[in-house]
Protein backbone atom coordinates (compact mmCIF):
# COMPACT_ATOMS: atom_id res chain seq x y z
CA UNK A 1 0.00 0.00 0.00
CA UNK A 2 1.39 3.27 -0.76
CA UNK A 3 0.93 6.08 1.91
CA UNK A 4 1.63 9.03 -0.18
CA UNK A 5 -0.93 11.25 0.86
CA UNK A 6 -1.88 12.35 -2.87
CA UNK A 7 -0.66 8.86 -4.65
CA UNK A 8 -1.89 8.46 -8.38
CA UNK A 9 -4.04 11.69 -8.08
CA UNK A 10 -4.30 14.06 -11.57
CA UNK A 11 -4.00 17.67 -10.17
CA UNK A 12 -4.35 20.87 -11.78
CA UNK A 13 -2.72 23.54 -10.26
CA UNK A 14 -3.58 27.33 -11.92
CA UNK A 15 -1.63 30.53 -10.88
CA UNK A 16 2.34 29.92 -11.74
CA UNK A 17 4.21 32.86 -12.25
CA UNK A 18 7.60 32.59 -10.72
CA UNK A 19 9.51 29.98 -8.51
CA UNK A 20 7.91 32.25 -5.44
CA UNK A 21 4.24 31.80 -6.41
CA UNK A 22 2.80 30.34 -3.88
CA UNK A 23 1.44 27.91 -6.39
CA UNK A 24 4.94 26.71 -7.07
CA UNK A 25 5.10 25.40 -3.56
CA UNK A 26 1.53 23.21 -3.71
CA UNK A 27 2.89 21.64 -7.45
CA UNK A 28 6.67 20.60 -5.48
CA UNK A 29 4.39 19.81 -2.23
CA UNK A 30 1.63 17.81 -4.45
CA UNK A 31 4.38 16.18 -6.62
CA UNK A 32 6.41 14.86 -3.82
CA UNK A 33 3.70 13.49 -2.19
CA UNK A 34 2.91 11.40 -5.03
CA UNK A 35 0.76 13.26 -7.21
CA UNK A 36 0.51 14.11 -11.53
CA UNK A 37 0.48 18.06 -11.71
CA UNK A 38 -0.50 20.28 -14.81
CA UNK A 39 0.19 23.97 -13.86
CA UNK A 40 -1.55 26.45 -15.70
CA UNK A 41 -0.60 29.93 -16.55
CA UNK A 42 -2.56 32.88 -18.78
CA UNK A 43 -0.66 33.86 -22.29
CA UNK A 44 0.87 36.60 -20.54
CA UNK A 45 2.53 35.22 -18.09
CA UNK A 46 3.49 32.32 -20.06
CA UNK A 47 6.83 33.18 -20.48
CA UNK A 48 7.96 33.37 -16.77
CA UNK A 49 5.39 30.51 -15.82
CA UNK A 50 7.22 28.20 -18.65
CA UNK A 51 10.59 28.67 -16.70
CA UNK A 52 8.81 27.74 -13.71
CA UNK A 53 7.59 24.81 -15.14
CA UNK A 54 10.84 23.48 -16.81
CA UNK A 55 12.67 24.11 -13.44
CA UNK A 56 9.97 21.69 -12.06
CA UNK A 57 9.61 19.47 -15.10
CA UNK A 58 5.92 19.78 -14.94
CA UNK A 59 3.71 20.63 -17.94
CA UNK A 60 2.27 24.10 -18.31
CA UNK A 61 -0.98 24.96 -20.16
CA UNK A 62 -2.67 28.16 -20.99
CA UNK A 63 -5.39 29.57 -18.78
CA UNK A 64 -6.51 33.06 -18.58
CA UNK A 65 -9.58 32.56 -16.30
CA UNK A 66 -11.24 34.93 -18.28
CA UNK A 67 -10.89 33.26 -21.88
CA UNK A 68 -13.46 30.80 -22.96
CA UNK A 69 -11.00 29.49 -25.68
CA UNK A 70 -8.82 28.56 -22.78
CA UNK A 71 -11.09 26.78 -20.68
CA UNK A 72 -12.25 24.80 -23.61
CA UNK A 73 -8.80 23.98 -24.82
CA UNK A 74 -7.99 23.10 -21.14
CA UNK A 75 -10.71 20.80 -20.82
CA UNK A 76 -10.14 18.67 -23.63
CA UNK A 77 -6.38 18.59 -22.64
CA UNK A 78 -7.63 17.19 -19.56
CA UNK A 79 -10.27 14.73 -21.21
CA UNK A 80 -7.70 13.49 -23.39
CA UNK A 81 -4.44 13.53 -21.54
CA UNK A 82 -5.25 12.19 -18.13
CA UNK A 83 -9.60 11.43 -18.50
CA UNK A 84 -9.83 12.30 -14.99
CA UNK A 85 -8.92 15.00 -12.98
CA UNK A 86 -8.90 14.56 -8.89
CA UNK A 87 -8.26 17.66 -7.83
CA UNK A 88 -7.53 21.66 -8.84
CA UNK A 89 -6.01 24.45 -6.68
CA UNK A 90 -6.87 28.15 -7.63
CA UNK A 91 -3.95 30.46 -7.09
CA UNK A 92 -5.21 33.50 -9.24
CA UNK A 93 -6.14 37.16 -8.78
CA UNK A 94 -5.93 40.10 -10.13
CA UNK A 95 -7.30 43.92 -9.79
CA UNK A 96 -6.21 46.97 -11.43
CA UNK A 97 -3.93 48.78 -9.02
CA UNK A 98 -6.68 52.02 -8.47
CA UNK A 99 -8.90 49.26 -6.72
CA UNK A 100 -5.79 48.35 -4.24
CA UNK A 101 -4.94 51.88 -3.45
CA UNK A 102 -5.92 54.79 -0.71
CA UNK A 103 -9.52 55.45 -0.33
CA UNK A 104 -11.47 52.35 -0.96
CA UNK A 105 -14.92 54.73 -1.15
CA UNK A 106 -13.22 57.08 -3.75
CA UNK A 107 -12.13 54.34 -6.28
CA UNK A 108 -15.62 52.66 -7.61
CA UNK A 109 -14.56 51.64 -11.64
CA UNK A 110 -17.28 49.36 -13.07
CA UNK A 111 -14.96 47.90 -15.40
CA UNK A 112 -11.85 47.40 -13.28
CA UNK A 113 -14.60 46.09 -11.00
CA UNK A 114 -15.54 43.49 -13.17
CA UNK A 115 -12.58 42.43 -14.74
CA UNK A 116 -11.84 41.59 -10.43
CA UNK A 117 -14.53 39.94 -9.58
CA UNK A 118 -13.97 37.74 -12.54
CA UNK A 119 -10.51 37.05 -12.30
CA UNK A 120 -10.51 36.43 -8.28
CA UNK A 121 -13.67 35.00 -7.09
CA UNK A 122 -15.70 34.18 -10.41
CA UNK A 123 -13.17 31.65 -11.75
CA UNK A 124 -13.25 29.87 -8.83
CA UNK A 125 -16.57 28.42 -9.78
CA UNK A 126 -15.76 28.18 -13.61
CA UNK A 127 -12.52 25.93 -11.91
CA UNK A 128 -15.35 24.02 -10.16
CA UNK A 129 -17.30 23.46 -12.95
CA UNK A 130 -14.41 21.57 -15.24
CA UNK A 131 -13.50 19.74 -12.37
CA UNK A 132 -17.03 18.42 -11.88
CA UNK A 133 -16.64 17.34 -15.22
CA UNK A 134 -13.43 15.34 -14.73
CA UNK A 135 -14.07 14.10 -11.05
CA UNK A 136 -14.18 10.44 -10.97
CA UNK A 137 -17.11 9.00 -8.72
CA UNK A 138 -15.52 8.98 -5.55
CA UNK A 139 -15.14 12.51 -5.81
CA UNK A 140 -12.54 15.46 -6.44
CA UNK A 141 -11.41 18.25 -3.74
CA UNK A 142 -11.01 21.80 -4.95
CA UNK A 143 -8.79 24.59 -2.87
CA UNK A 144 -8.21 28.11 -3.34
CA UNK A 145 -6.40 30.83 -2.40
CA UNK A 146 -7.87 33.44 0.41
CA UNK A 147 -6.62 35.96 2.41
CA UNK A 148 -8.86 36.61 5.67
CA UNK A 149 -11.79 38.82 4.10
CA UNK A 150 -13.73 38.37 7.44
CA UNK A 151 -11.75 42.00 8.34
CA UNK A 152 -10.93 45.21 6.59
CA UNK A 153 -7.08 45.80 6.31
CA UNK A 154 -5.10 49.25 6.05
CA UNK A 155 -5.09 48.06 2.37
CA UNK A 156 -6.05 45.34 -0.03
CA UNK A 157 -9.48 47.72 -0.46
CA UNK A 158 -11.59 45.81 -3.50
CA UNK A 159 -9.36 42.91 -3.25
CA UNK A 160 -10.79 42.01 -0.03
CA UNK A 161 -14.11 42.14 -1.40
CA UNK A 162 -13.41 39.83 -4.19
CA UNK A 163 -11.80 37.44 -1.52
CA UNK A 164 -15.12 37.90 0.35
CA UNK A 165 -16.88 36.60 -2.65
CA UNK A 166 -14.23 33.70 -3.04
CA UNK A 167 -15.46 32.84 0.30
CA UNK A 168 -18.94 32.87 -0.34
CA UNK A 169 -18.53 31.02 -3.81
CA UNK A 170 -16.82 28.33 -2.06
CA UNK A 171 -19.13 27.70 0.33
CA UNK A 172 -21.63 27.44 -2.28
CA UNK A 173 -19.73 25.50 -4.61
CA UNK A 174 -19.31 23.07 -1.21
CA UNK A 175 -23.30 23.02 -1.45
CA UNK A 176 -23.88 21.92 -4.59
CA UNK A 177 -21.19 19.78 -5.46
CA UNK A 178 -20.82 17.89 -1.67
CA UNK A 179 -23.66 15.47 -2.32
CA UNK A 180 -21.05 14.39 -5.64
CA UNK A 181 -18.11 13.93 -3.10
CA UNK A 182 -16.17 17.08 -4.30
CA UNK A 183 -14.97 19.36 -1.40
CA UNK A 184 -14.35 23.33 -1.67
CA UNK A 185 -11.94 24.90 0.76
CA UNK A 186 -9.76 27.35 1.08
CA UNK A 187 -6.73 28.43 2.65
CA UNK A 188 -6.68 31.67 4.04
CA UNK A 189 -2.65 32.67 4.16
CA UNK A 190 -0.78 35.31 5.65
CA UNK A 191 1.39 37.58 3.81
CA UNK A 192 3.70 35.66 1.00
CA UNK A 193 6.60 37.76 -0.49
CA UNK A 194 5.12 37.20 -4.27
CA UNK A 195 4.45 39.07 -7.49
CA UNK A 196 0.82 39.67 -6.28
CA UNK A 197 1.78 41.15 -3.23
CA UNK A 198 4.41 42.94 -4.59
CA UNK A 199 1.40 44.98 -6.76
CA UNK A 200 -0.43 45.57 -2.90
CA UNK A 201 0.51 48.81 -2.13
CA UNK A 202 1.41 48.99 1.60
CA UNK A 203 1.85 45.57 1.55
CA UNK A 204 4.79 45.91 4.41
CA UNK A 205 1.94 47.00 6.52
CA UNK A 206 0.43 43.17 6.94
CA UNK A 207 4.23 42.58 6.84
CA UNK A 208 4.59 44.24 10.19
CA UNK A 209 1.31 43.26 11.55
CA UNK A 210 2.25 39.87 11.03
CA UNK A 211 5.69 40.45 12.95
CA UNK A 212 3.90 41.18 15.62
CA UNK A 213 0.43 39.32 16.12
CA UNK A 214 1.10 36.10 14.58
CA UNK A 215 2.22 34.16 18.08
CA UNK A 216 3.85 31.48 15.85
CA UNK A 217 6.84 33.35 13.71
CA UNK A 218 5.85 34.07 10.66
CA UNK A 219 8.39 33.97 7.06
CA UNK A 220 7.02 35.80 4.74
CA UNK A 221 9.30 34.68 2.23
CA UNK A 222 8.42 30.58 2.63
CA UNK A 223 5.22 29.40 1.18
CA UNK A 224 5.52 26.18 2.31
CA UNK A 225 3.39 26.12 5.05
CA UNK A 226 0.29 27.72 3.06
CA UNK A 227 1.10 24.54 0.32
CA UNK A 228 1.11 21.91 3.09
CA UNK A 229 -2.15 23.23 4.17
CA UNK A 230 -3.69 22.98 1.02
CA UNK A 231 -2.10 19.53 0.09
CA UNK A 232 -3.97 18.44 3.12
CA UNK A 233 -7.25 19.72 2.34
CA UNK A 234 -6.52 17.98 -1.57
CA UNK A 235 -6.16 14.69 -0.08
CA UNK A 236 -8.41 12.02 1.55
CA UNK A 237 -7.50 12.88 4.94
CA UNK A 238 -9.48 15.82 4.61
CA UNK A 239 -12.37 13.60 3.27
CA UNK A 240 -15.02 15.40 5.60
CA UNK A 241 -14.12 19.09 5.55
CA UNK A 242 -16.24 20.79 2.75
CA UNK A 243 -17.01 24.54 2.71
CA UNK A 244 -14.08 25.46 5.43
CA UNK A 245 -11.58 28.57 5.68
CA UNK A 246 -8.57 27.08 7.01
CA UNK A 247 -6.06 29.67 8.42
CA UNK A 248 -2.72 29.45 7.59
CA UNK A 249 -1.21 32.36 9.12
CA UNK A 250 0.60 31.84 12.45
CA UNK A 251 -2.18 32.59 14.46
CA UNK A 252 -2.61 35.71 13.58
CA UNK A 253 -6.56 35.87 13.28
CA UNK A 254 -7.05 34.39 16.59
CA UNK A 255 -5.13 37.59 18.23
CA UNK A 256 -7.51 40.74 18.92
CA UNK A 257 -4.46 42.64 19.50
CA UNK A 258 -0.18 41.92 19.26
CA UNK A 259 1.63 39.73 20.88
CA UNK A 260 4.77 41.34 21.00
CA UNK A 261 6.88 44.74 19.94
CA UNK A 262 7.94 45.22 16.46
CA UNK A 263 11.54 44.38 16.31
CA UNK A 264 13.00 47.43 15.76
CA UNK A 265 15.41 46.61 12.92
CA UNK A 266 12.83 44.38 10.73
CA UNK A 267 14.26 44.43 7.37
CA UNK A 268 12.40 45.85 4.33
CA UNK A 269 11.73 42.83 2.09
CA UNK A 270 11.66 42.88 -1.65
CA UNK A 271 8.72 42.35 -3.31
CA UNK A 272 9.41 44.02 -6.54
CA UNK A 273 6.90 42.92 -9.53
CA UNK A 274 7.98 40.23 -11.35
CA UNK A 275 8.20 42.46 -15.20
CA UNK A 276 4.97 41.15 -17.12
CA UNK A 277 2.61 42.11 -19.95
CA UNK A 278 0.23 44.38 -19.25
CA UNK A 279 -3.42 43.34 -17.91
CA UNK A 280 -5.73 42.06 -20.64
CA UNK A 281 -7.85 45.41 -21.39
CA UNK A 282 -11.58 45.22 -20.33
CA UNK A 283 -14.49 44.95 -21.47
CA UNK A 284 -14.64 41.35 -19.53
CA UNK A 285 -15.85 38.57 -21.58
CA UNK A 286 -18.94 36.92 -20.24
CA UNK A 287 -18.65 34.00 -17.93
CA UNK A 288 -20.06 30.85 -19.94
N1 LIG B 1 0.95 36.54 -1.48
C1 LIG B 1 0.13 36.67 -0.43
O1 LIG B 1 0.45 37.36 0.55
C2 LIG B 1 -1.20 35.97 -0.45
C3 LIG B 1 -1.86 35.79 0.78
C4 LIG B 1 -3.10 35.16 0.76
C5 LIG B 1 -3.64 34.73 -0.43
N2 LIG B 1 -2.95 34.94 -1.60
C6 LIG B 1 -3.58 34.47 -2.83
O2 LIG B 1 -2.78 33.46 -3.40
C7 LIG B 1 -3.10 33.37 -4.77
C8 LIG B 1 -1.80 33.29 -5.57
O3 LIG B 1 -1.12 34.52 -5.47
P1 LIG B 1 0.44 34.62 -5.17
O4 LIG B 1 0.58 35.46 -3.95
O5 LIG B 1 1.09 33.31 -5.23
O6 LIG B 1 0.93 35.57 -6.35
P2 LIG B 1 1.47 35.27 -7.83
O7 LIG B 1 1.63 36.61 -8.45
O8 LIG B 1 2.65 34.38 -7.78
O9 LIG B 1 0.25 34.47 -8.48
C9 LIG B 1 -0.91 35.13 -8.95
C10 LIG B 1 -1.30 34.38 -10.20
O10 LIG B 1 -2.52 34.87 -10.73
C11 LIG B 1 -2.43 34.65 -12.12
N3 LIG B 1 -3.44 35.40 -12.85
C12 LIG B 1 -3.72 36.72 -12.82
N4 LIG B 1 -4.69 37.01 -13.71
C13 LIG B 1 -5.04 35.84 -14.30
C14 LIG B 1 -5.98 35.46 -15.29
N5 LIG B 1 -6.78 36.36 -15.89
N6 LIG B 1 -6.08 34.16 -15.65
C15 LIG B 1 -5.30 33.22 -15.06
N7 LIG B 1 -4.38 33.51 -14.12
C16 LIG B 1 -4.25 34.80 -13.76
C17 LIG B 1 -1.03 35.10 -12.47
O11 LIG B 1 -0.61 34.58 -13.72
C18 LIG B 1 -0.25 34.51 -11.30
O12 LIG B 1 0.21 33.24 -11.66
C19 LIG B 1 -3.96 34.58 -5.11
O13 LIG B 1 -5.32 34.19 -5.09
C20 LIG B 1 -3.68 35.49 -3.94
O14 LIG B 1 -4.73 36.41 -3.70
C21 LIG B 1 -1.75 35.53 -1.63
Not at 96 to 101: G, N, S, V
Request: net charge negative; with cysteine.
Amino acid sequence: MNHQLLHGRHVLVTGVVTRDSIASAVAIQARQLGAEVILSAPARDQAAAAAVADELELPLLALDVNADADWAALDDHIGARWGRLDAAVHAVAFAPRPLLDGSMVDAYDADGLALAFSTSAASYVRLAQLLARHAPADGGSLVGLDFDAARAWPTYNWMGVCKAALEAASRYVARDLGPRGIRSNLVAAGPIATRAAGAIPGFHHLLDSWAVQAPIPWDPTDAAPVADAVCFLLSPMARAITGEILHVDGGHHAMAAPVRELPVEVAPLDVAPVASAPAPAVPVPALA
